[in-house]
């Protein structure tokens, strides 16, 4: 057998859990994996900051299931990981984290670029560790991914010291065992069964852990057997498709919107992989007064707004069809939640035809679901848009619309749609961002032009940090520090080799957005937006009246 040191038992370790890509930046601590990778059948992809890195793993994580791992220096390259390898854990994306370490031999006193990150990442990841000997390497690899993959799925982090990494490595990697399905028990599923013959309006909140779960045939199999309406959080659009009857759209928004209604009439709330992280029950919840059923793979986060009179844990498709078995809701009513789509819909629509310059956040995101097919991806970055996107974009299948609703991390949207783009090279993305948020990773799109991963950045330009200016004039009626200049995007894109637009009227939004998606580069386009809609938004909102 070859000897390998521990750099390169690593990298062996890493081509047995799987993995595709590496992203990161090169360091001077990281010397010897990087040596090691290059005769790996794993493609790094170098990129222009250690943030980008960790959101191209959460994302890539988050689309496949499988852990998107990420590798930067110590010191500085590993602070600069810390908030996408965050975003990756609160999101319940799978990702690794690999950072380079000086030596042991230096640890015990004063060093140059020196930090405790085992202690520094503890808080942000389910599980870190330093290989402190070679040999515990596939430990240390096969650990890091079993935790990083299991519900809920989160970041871990493995830190890496320079003579370590040197070191002549005994050992291989583990072998690898896929987790058994587990089953709820025969009582919770009587008892929910039970609850749901007997409610009269009751409505379903799916989140994220049904994606997570290919729980979506059965999700939406239940639903339409039951007659029972939908509302998704953020990060569970697509679970039921947005064209069915039944679908109530998004629900998450701080503000009343026609979905509260459905909740405030709702006598049984159905969670199906529903995660308190992106939408607190308090929000629909406040009195824990209408009664909630959790079913999901892992047991229920404590709440005071959340306690369930049913917790059905275990594979959530198995125990949707197990609880259908159950159910009798012959002669009951039609849910109070179906009558409320037709107010949602029609809203949608209303948007439809406007031709106001500057544009219409409503707008421009019905234009944009106009030109994207069912399977094609949208990210959203963080910020105003996100609301809107979050309220607005509609999906038939999941994971095509995501966003950030656990951390929500600005800058997140262009290095996810470098992801998606390797994940699925030949469905169209588009990256949806404020300018804020793009100024934040921009210098990743110089990455997408050279390894090749073309799609559309479409920017919300409103000179501003809008979702604070929202919240600053709800609280104070006036805002304060939140507004700044742009560079010209267009001259901005074409520095970079990429093709740049610049809507200035409202009928040319739907061209230009089919004229970038058919570029061979990356495209940038530069959407001015109206954002008086948001405190409109919240003015119509405070109006609604539900008919109970």
Same mark, same amino acid.
């Given at each position: 057998?070859? $000897? =390998?040191?521990?750099?390169?038992?690593?990298?062996?370790?890493?081509?047995?859990?799987?993995?595709? +890509?590496?992203?990161?930046?090169?360091? @001077?601590?990281?010397?010897?994996?990087?040596?090691?990778?290059?005769?790996?059948?794993?493609?790094?992809?170098?990129?222009?900051?250690?943030?980008?890195?960790?959101?191209?793993?959460?994302?890539?994580?988050?689309?496949?299931?499988?852990?998107?791992?990420?590798?930067?220096?110590?010191?500085?390259?590993?602070?600069?990981?810390?908030?996408?390898?965050?975003?990756?854990?609160?999101?319940?994306?799978?990702?690794?984290?690999?950072?380079?370490?000086?030596?042991?031999?230096?640890?015990?006193? $004063?060093?140059?670029?020196?930090?405790?990150?085992?202690?520094?990442?503890?808080?942000?990841?389910?599980?870190?560790?330093?290989?402190?000997? *070679?040999?515990?390497?596939?430990?240390?690899?096969?650990?890091?991914?079993?935790?990083? /993959?299991?519900?809920?799925?989160?970041?871990?982090?493995?830190?890496?010291?320079?003579?370590?990494?040197?070191?002549?490595? *005994?050992? %291989?990697?583990?072998?690898?065992?896929?987790?058994?399905?587990?089953?709820?028990? !025969?009582?919770?599923?009587?008892?929910?069964?039970?609850?749901?013959?007997?409610?009269?309006?009751?409505?379903?909140?799916?989140?994220?852990?049904?994606?997570?779960?290919?729980?979506?045939?059965?999700?939406?199999?239940?639903?339409?057997?039951?007659?029972?309406?939908?509302?998704?959080?953020?990060?569970?659009?697509?679970?039921?498709? %947005?064209?069915? *009857?039944?679908?109530?759209?998004?629900?998450?928004?701080?503000?009343? #919107?026609?979905?509260?209604?459905? !909740?405030?009439?709702?006598?049984?709330?159905?969670?199906?992989?529903?995660?308190?992280? $992106?939408?607190?029950?308090?929000?629909?919840?406040?009195?824990?007064?209408?009664?909630?059923?959790?079913?999901?793979?892992?047991?229920? $986060?404590?709440?005071?707004?959340?306690?369930?009179?049913?917790?059905?844990?275990?594979?959530?498709?198995?125990?949707?069809?197990?609880?259908?078995?159950?159910?009798?809701?012959?002669?009951?009513?039609?849910?109070?939640?179906?009558?409320?789509? @037709?107010?949602?819909?029609?809203?949608?629509?209303?948007?439809?035809?406007?031709?106001?310059?500057?544009?219409?956040?409503?707008?421009?995101? +019905?234009?944009?679901?106009?030109?994207?097919?069912? #399977?094609?991806?949208?990210?959203?970055?963080?910020?105003?848009?996100?609301?809107?996107?979050?309220?607005?974009?509609?999906?038939?299948?999941?994971?095509?619309?995501?966003?950030?609703?656990?951390?929500?991390?600005?800058?997140?949207?262009?290095?996810?749609?470098?992801?998606?783009? =390797?994940? +699925?090279?030949?469905?169209?993305?588009?990256?949806?961002?404020?300018?804020?948020?793009?100024?934040?990773?921009?210098?990743?799109?110089?990455?997408?032009?050279?390894?090749?991963?073309?799609?559309?950045? =479409?920017?919300?330009?409103?000179?501003?940090?809008?979702?604070? #200016?929202?919240?600053?004039?709800?609280?104070?009626?006036?805002?304060?520090?939140?507004? !700044?200049?742009? *560079?010209?995007?267009?001259? !901005?894109?074409?520095?970079?080799?990429?093709?740049?637009?610049?809507?200035?009227?409202?009928?040319?939004?739907?061209?230009?957005? /089919?004229?970038?998606?058919?570029?061979?580069?990356?495209?940038?386009?530069?959407?001015?937006?109206?954002?008086?809609?948001? =405190?409109?938004?919240?003015?119509?909102?405070? @109006?609604?009246?539900?008919?109970?």
């Amino acid at each position: 057998m070859v $000897e =390998l040191n521990t750099a390169e038992l690593l990298v062996k370790c890493l081509e047995n859990e799987g993995v595709d +890509y590496i992203f990161g930046l090169p360091g @001077e601590e990281n010397l010897h994996v990087l040596q090691a990778l290059k005769h790996s059948s794993i493609q790094f992809i170098t990129v222009r900051h250690e943030q980008g890195a960790a959101f191209m793993a959460d994302v890539y994580g988050r689309l496949t299931g499988k852990a998107g791992v990420c590798l930067s220096t110590l010191g500085p390259g590993a602070t600069n990981l810390m908030t996408g390898v965050a975003d990756a854990n609160l999101d319940r994306a799978p990702l690794v984290a690999i950072t380079g370490q000086v030596g042991t031999d230096r640890m015990h006193i $004063e060093s140059h670029q020196y930090l405790d990150l085992v202690a520094m990442f503890a808080p942000v990841t389910k599980w870190n560790a330093q290989i402190v000997r *070679p040999g515990i390497t596939p430990e240390v690899v096969r650990r890091a991914f079993k935790l990083a /993959q299991t519900e809920k799925p989160g970041a871990v982090h493995i830190d890496l010291p320079e003579n370590i990494a040197a070191m002549t490595a *005994p050992g %291989y990697p583990l072998q690898k065992h896929d987790l058994e399905k587990t089953f709820a028990s !025969f009582h919770s599923i009587e008892t929910a069964a039970t609850a749901i013959s007997q409610a009269k309006n009751p409505i379903i909140l799916v989140g994220n852990g049904a994606i997570r779960a290919s729980a979506s045939p059965a999700v939406t199999r239940f639903a339409q057997q039951l007659n029972i309406p939908v509302a998704n959080t953020f990060m569970g659009k697509g679970v039921i498709p %947005y064209t069915s *009857p039944l679908a109530l759209w998004s629900v998450g928004l701080q503000s009343r #919107d026609f979905i509260t209604c459905g !909740f405030e009439r709702s006598d049984l709330v159905i969670c199906i992989g529903y995660d308190l992280v $992106e939408y607190s029950p308090k929000k629909w919840n406040p009195d824990s007064q209408i009664p909630v059923i959790h079913i999901d793979a892992t047991p229920a $986060e404590v709440d005071s707004s959340y306690i369930p009179i049913a917790e059905v844990i275990g594979d959530i498709s198995d125990s949707l069809e197990e609880i259908l078995k159950r159910v009798d809701r012959q002669g009951k009513p039609t849910p109070y939640g179906l009558e409320l789509r @037709e107010n949602i819909v029609a809203d949608y629509e209303y948007y439809a035809q406007d031709t106001e310059f500057p544009i219409k956040p409503q707008k421009i995101i +019905y234009d944009l679901r106009k030109v994207m097919g069912g #399977d094609d991806i949208v990210i959203s970055d963080v910020g105003a848009h996100k609301m809107w996107m979050a309220r607005h974009y509609h999906c038939e299948k999941p994971n095509t619309c995501l966003i950030s609703n656990g951390f929500a991390a600005m800058g997140i949207a262009i290095p996810g749609a470098i992801a998606a783009k =390797l994940v +699925y090279p030949d469905r169209k993305v588009v990256a949806v961002s404020g300018d804020g948020g793009f100024m934040m990773n921009c210098q990743e799109l110089e990455t997408a032009l050279r390894i090749g991963t073309n799609f559309v950045t =479409l920017i919300f330009n409103d000179g501003a940090y809008g979702l604070i #200016d929202w919240k600053q004039h709800n609280y104070f009626g006036e805002s304060a520090f939140i507004q !700044f200049s742009n *560079p010209d995007f267009v001259k !901005f894109a074409e520095s970079m080799g990429l093709k740049g637009y610049r809507v200035t009227q409202t009928a040319d939004l739907l061209p230009t957005l /089919q004229e970038a998606l058919a570029q061979s580069v990356p495209a940038v386009i530069d959407c001015p937006v109206d954002y008086r809609e948001n =405190l409109k938004f919240t003015q119509r909102s405070g @109006e609604v009246v539900c008919n109970i």
